[in-house]
């Protein structure tokens, strides 16, 4: 049972573009929901993180949005970049005990 | 990755033998996890532990056992490995607060 959708795939998008990755949960009990970025043949790194009680949070080019109600939240990045080009994973944490689960995963790929 | 080393970084073995991957850190960080990463299903966890002698299983923990002598290592070890368990296997490690995990750079596994 997938506890965390992510939708696209795969999304390919020009320099400048503003690429929009989704994620939707079920638990309603998440309460810390962050986007991790990989690159090739390296970890996953923790990019930004959000907490239901606020709707949007802002890192640089890097944008979380967050539907409560909707159970869903979004990354949107800014003026994207090759240097960007990567996959791009969102999760989600039951409380301080919890695990993160992750969603699949989306390979982002900024052309020049 | 700082702070948290894995090894191998590469490795193939032969169906049927035992194979253990190891798990360093240097932040005395309490949680530790494994996860795997396959294409198509992202990261999902196999075991973690909360502290040292103090484990549990996760999402997919069919074949893989795990031991925490130490604050610092984490060992995942296939009993007899199966060229299902051919993936990339991660470590990550977190603290009570905050929640971001660190993961390490990996090691790839291949069974044949």
């Known amino acids: 049972q997938q506890q965390v959708k992510q939708s696209p795939q795969s999304l390919i998008v020009q320099k400048g573009g503003i690429p929009i990755i989704n994620c939707a949960y079920e638990n309603t009990a998440f309460d810390y929901f962050p986007w991790y970025q990989q690159f090739p043949g390296k970890g996953p790194a923790l990019l930004i993180a959000?907490?239901?009680?606020?709707s949007e949070k802002k890192e640089g080019r890097f944008t979380i949005s967050f539907n409560k109600s909707a159970k869903q939240f979004s990354l949107h990045i800014m003026d994207s970049q090759p240097g960007d080009s990567a996959t791009y994973f969102c999760?989600?944490?039951?409380?301080?005990?919890?695990?993160?689960?992750f969603g699949k995963g989306t390979k982002l790929s900024v052309k020049p | 990755d700082a702070g948290i080393t894995q090894s191998p970084r590469h490795k193939v073995t032969e169906t049927g033998t035992p194979v253990t991957l190891r798990c360093h850190q240097t932040e005395n960080h309490r949680y530790m996890y494994w996860y795997r990463q396959d294409p198509g299903h992202g990261l999902r966890l196999i075991h973690y532990s909360y502290g040292v002698k103090d484990t549990d299983k996760g999402e997919v923990s069919d074949g893989y056992s795990v031991s925490r002598s130490k604050t610092e290592d984490f060992l995942l070890t296939l009993e007899s490995a199966t060229s299902s368990q051919t993936s990339v296997y991660f470590c990550a490690i977190s603290e009570v607060y905050p929640y971001g995990y660190t993961f390490g750079s990996g090691t790839r596994l291949t069974v044949v």
């Open positions: 999760a989600a944490k039951e409380g301080s005990q919890g695990n993160l689960i």
């Open positions: 959000i907490r239901p009680d606020v």
